[in-house]
């Protein structure tokens, strides 16, 4: 919410200007611009941009003493402070190598959230100065060791330790969530411990402001062991998240191991859905205290009040409470005041978003109907596309069908008139044989009187011819020789 953002910086800016400024060589307290990415305490430095970093620091009053560590877009280094007189941690950002997006949304959140809260369990930024060159230093107190640290160092960590330890880190993110504040990167390496052996929680990369109940986020940020499950999905409460997390370090403090365990992603998601192994040197009291923070659902999840009152960390619990702080060096009132018509403002803005939401999720739904709407009519029309088919077809069947019967009738009638005329052939074979028969049967003189006969016959019509031949002759008058 970037008008949120806006009035927050301008109101922390407002209390920079009753901050005591060190008044050194080569200072100057530049006038406030609307365009200053950090709401906080800055100092620049007349013309750093050649300077290396330790001798930028040493200009501002610290003897760099060793680099304590370094990640993707920051380092820190290791320091001893003239102006607070001790030893201190300056976190050194350069804005040129970090993501725009990060520049513009999580770096303001963090540095906000650390100048308007003030906790004994919760880091204390002491100054903050970004430099012309896009540098920005963020000087915190400092602290020997963390809790990853230890947990590798001993193996795992007795109960009694690590539940004095834990009820220190519960008091500090349940001041958090008591002021709308969600950490929502809560695991060992981001719990510091002092050289007397008090917790620090710090790293507040991706904190956010969660006003009202349940606020829900989209953004899935934090270590892959650390994350709850409902982070995976698309809305999710950032305060349950923190209590899953918390969970989560318990359980590795006590046991040495993380709960659950995957190299890939979906590993670690499949892990989650089922029941985590226990070690065998594991108190049995502590096997329920985790269940308790474990729940995959989260609206059965108990908050960090909830937490604390856990019949579990009764005998170790030690009520540690702090004062929320809106300006850390003075507190004043129009100050309070004003961060007051922030927070309404944050509110009004997320009503606003909740009423858009709901807005685009009847919109949404109506589009659903729409198409499922759609979705039914087009169903009937394939339907009733498929039955006039099917009545093609039918038609057809039957069309074939009547034709196959007509075709089957004209070859049964010419069947019939096939072995018809094969009947007669028969007949008149049977009758040309009874006559042969008959001829056969007779006696010799009967058939020589008929073969004489036959020749009698025969020589008979031939002269016949001869004379009926000669006599039209002689009336043409032509005589054909005979």
């Known amino acids: 919410m970037p008008s949120v953002l806006l009035e927050l910086r301008s109101t922390l800016n407002q209390a920079k200007m009753s901050c005591r400024m060190s008044q050194g060589k080569g200072f100057s307290q530049p006038p406030l611009s609307s365009n200053s990415l950090f709401s906080s305490t800055f100092f620049h430095l007349q013309e750093t941009n050649s ?47 970090i993501p725009s997006c990060i520049v513009a949304k999580h770096l303001p959140n963090e540095l906000a959230i650390l100048r308007i809260v003030k906790h004994r369990h919760i880091i204390e930024v002491l100054n903050l100065y970004e430099m012309p060159n896009r540098e920005v230093y963020v000087v915190m107190e ?17 109960v009694r330790s690590a539940s004095i330890w834990f009820c220190q880190l519960l008091s500090a993110v349940d001041y958090l969530h008591q002021h709308d504040i969600a950490h929502r990167d809560l695991k060992l390496n981001n719990v510091l411990l002092t050289s007397d052996g008090r917790v620090k929680l710090t790293d507040f990369s991706f904190g ?3 006003i009202g109940y349940p606020d829900f986020r989209r953004t899935v940020c934090g270590n892959k062991y650390y994350i709850a499950p409902e982070m995976y ?9 923190d209590v899953w997390s918390l969970g989560v370090i318990f359980y590795a403090m006590v046991n040495g191991f993380f709960p659950f365990r995957g190299s890939k992603l979906d590993g670690l998601k499949h892990a989650q859905r089922i029941n985590y192994e226990y070690s065998a040197k594991e108190e049995k009291s502590c096997r329920a205290f985790f269940s308790y923070m474990l729940q995959g659902d989260p609206s059965t999840r108990p908050c960090v009040k909830e937490v604390l009152q856990h ?88 069309e074939e069908k009547k034709k196959e019967e007509e075709e089957k009738e004209d070859k049964e009638k010419e069947e019939e008139k096939e072995k018809e005329e094969e009947k007669e052939k028969e007949e008149e074979k049977e009758k040309e044989d009874d006559e042969e028969e008959m001829v056969s049967g007779c006696c010799p003189f009967c058939a020589a009187f008929k073969n004489k006969a036959k020749a009698y016959i025969a020589t008979t019509i031939i002269r016949a011819a001869k004379t009926i031949g000669r006599r039209m002759n002689k009336i043409f008058g032509r005589i054909a020789p005979v």
């Open 51 to 97: 300077m290396e970093t330790d001798s930028v620091l040493r200009t501002l009053g610290f003897q760099v003493l060793c680099e304590l560590g370094h990640g993707t877009f920051a380092h820190v280094k290791l320091a001893k402070s003239k102006r607070h007189r001790k030893t201190v941690a300056i976190k050194v950002l350069d804005l040129k190598e």
């Open 142 to 158: 400092a602290a020997s060791t963390d809790l990853l640290a230890k947990t590798i160092e001993f193996g795992r960590i007795p």
């Open 208 to 210: 956010c402001f969660s």
């Open 233 to 241: 999905s698309k809305n999710y409460d950032p305060k349950k998240s």
């Open 311 to 398: 019949p579990f960390l009764v005998s170790a619990r030690e009520r540690q409470t702090g004062r929320f702080i809106v300006v850390p060096v003075h507190e004043d009132e129009s100050l309070i005041c004003k961060y007051k018509g922030v927070k309404e403002a944050v509110e009004k803005e997320v009503k606003e978003e909740e009423e858009k939401e709901k807005q685009e999720k009847d919109e949404e739904e109506k589009k659903k109907e729409e198409e499922k709407d759609e979705e039914e009519k087009k169903k009937e029309e394939a339907e009733k596309v498929k039955q006039e088919k099917e009545k093609v077809k039918q038609e057809k069947d039957e």
